[in-house]
């Protein structure tokens, strides 16, 4: 946000302040008014709820006591008390009582909670339901909400359960009626309040239900519903029918109390809230306003005194972020203001910054000329301690005029001849790495390079002592780019031998290309023993290796290839499990304008 915006925003808040204090005080004053009475209407219609819940729950009671009482249950209980007594012919049994009592379910149990009769669902003939069982009394037990299971699914009904003694056993009868938009439509509900019954286990009249029948649960409730679910019943305002509304969900526990089995949501309009609200906020606007005009006249005089210096000053600062220290900025003559002083400061502060890269560039450069030579006397040493032992040896033997001087000196040559052949590699891998060429650029199919590396190394891979398995995948697209084919060789057959070296014990060798989006890639992994994350974040750094012979050149050399031509490579690594080096080319295709979009060449670890 520029100066000249703050300066706005400091004369316009007194105003907008003040007008929003008095908006917010008279807007807070209005919701508290309106939630009073929406919480009344809540409770009431929760109470209207909790009465017709009882009502039915009584008029349950009195007709399972009926049925027990009655004569055809109690026949029922004597005649299936004498043993070996067969339940058969009261399969139907349930199905006639409660066509005559108009009930929604009614099951008949035997001693082991086993069903006799079902009206519901005659075909649960012989389930047991053994928690029947567990109630020492069910004379002594109220009425309470239990899912009755249909052959359609799960409903909500609330059941009771009364006991009928047959001799030496006891039976017994449960009674219910089905919980679900029936129910909600005989209680009144004022305005344009909803309500809604959800059963978070299913039902076979539907998950979600209003007044009307089943419905789906809207997408906004759904969140509201699963808090409500994790224990999280507290209110929330969802939008349903393009409308807001302030929800409060009611659990319905079963009759263990641990978890409910349905939830009774109650939702009220905001409707009329939000209009006072927004007539609250648009007369506050109106007044916000013009406080606002005002501010910009005043503020516009006063910025333009300090936001054009300021503006000198950030645009110097993004240049020298940019990397042009030299830049300056133009006094403001006798001036000391605070915006002459801050422009003093930053011409000093440009200037040493000069000093400190010039000292920083000194010293790096120091300390790069100390790493080379320290890693290259350490590298010669290595070979000169066994030309030093082969050459007094020659000479020792040629003073003893040794008989064996001959074969002592065709050997001490041999040595000396091996020695002088690593000299002359550590000296030219250091050479390559102090002198790497330009890469010649040319259409270049990446396909073909890594096809004919692979055939190279196959056979090698295949002879081992512990052979390693090839495998390849390269993409059907094309895979020409802008490179150096003898650069891009070199760098991949590298990799390729690092891969090999990293598996002594065997493993898998395995080379990927892909082409998507104007972006070739080139995947070299291999299976063996894998990398640290430390070691994988020093990996490209030059004089640094894993191996105990080698210069640690070879990796920085790759690096410093697939940077030449403008690509990037990555390391991932699992101790145990391998290491994967990704190459990423700008495709040949892509148009020049459009290959610095793509990505610049880098390095990531």
Known sequence: MSLRWRLLLVF??????????????????????????EDRQVDAIQAQFDKEYQLQGK??????????????????????????????????????????????????????????????????????????????????QTFFLREEPTAQGNDLALVDVKQVSGGNRNFYVLVGRRIDSAFLRSLVLPGETKLFLWQPGGSASGE????????????????????????????????????????????????????????????????????????IRNTGLLLALAGVLLSIIASGWWAGRI?????????????????????????????????????????????ELLRQRDRAVQAERVAAWRELARRLAHELKNPLFPLQITVENLMKARQQNSPEFNEIFTEGTTTLLA?????????????????????????????QLLEEIARLFAPQLAAAAKPIKLETDFASRDTTISGDPDLLRRAFENLVLNAIDAMPDGGTLRIVTSAKGGIVTVEIADTGAGLTEEETKRLFTPYYTTKQHGTGLGLAIVQSVISDHGASIAVSSVPGKGTTFRMEFQSANVEPAARGRVFGGSTKM
């Open 208 to 279: 979600l239900q209003d007044s009307e029948g089943v419905t789906a649960v809207p997408d906004n409730l759904k969140s509201v519903l699963e808090q409500a679910r994790k224990g999280n019943i507290a209110g929330a305002r969802v939008h349903l029918d393009d409308a807001s509304y302030a929800t409060r969900v009611i659990p319905l526990p079963g009759r263990d109390s641990r978890q409910p089995l349905a939830y009774l949501v109650i939702a009220t309009s905001q409707r009329e809230l939000e209009r006072l609200q927004n007539q």
């Open 307 to 351: 936001s054009r210096p300021i503006e000198e000053i950030t645009a110097a600062a993004e240049d020298v972020a940019a990397g042009n220290w030299e830049r300056k900025v133009a006094e403001r003559g006798v001036s000391q203001d605070e915006v002459s002083r801050l422009i003093t400061s930053f011409n000093q502060m440009t200037t």
């Open 419 to 447: 020695e002088l052949n690593n000299l002359k590699k550590i000296v030219g891998r250091f050479s390559d790495f102090s002198k790497m060429p330009a890469p010649r650029l040319q259409a270049t199919s990446v396909n």
């Open 12 to 37: 316009g808040s007194i105003v907008i302040g003040t007008v929003a204090l008095v908006s917010y005080v008279v807007s807070v004053g209005a919701r508290k008014a309106f939630h009073t009475f």
């Open 59 to 140: 008029n349950l009671t009195l007709r399972a006591q009926a049925i027990a009482q009655s004569q055809s249950v109690r026949n029922m209980a004597l005649a299936l008390s004498t043993p070996g007594s067969d339940p058969a012919p009261y399969l139907n049994l349930a199905s006639s009582l409660a066509s005559e009592q108009q009930l929604d379910y009614l099951d008949i149990f035997d001693a082991d909670g086993a069903i006799i009769s079902s009206a519901e669902w005659p075909a649960r003939f012989g389930v047991r339901e053994q928690w029947i069982t567990e109630v020492p009394n069910w004379d002594e």
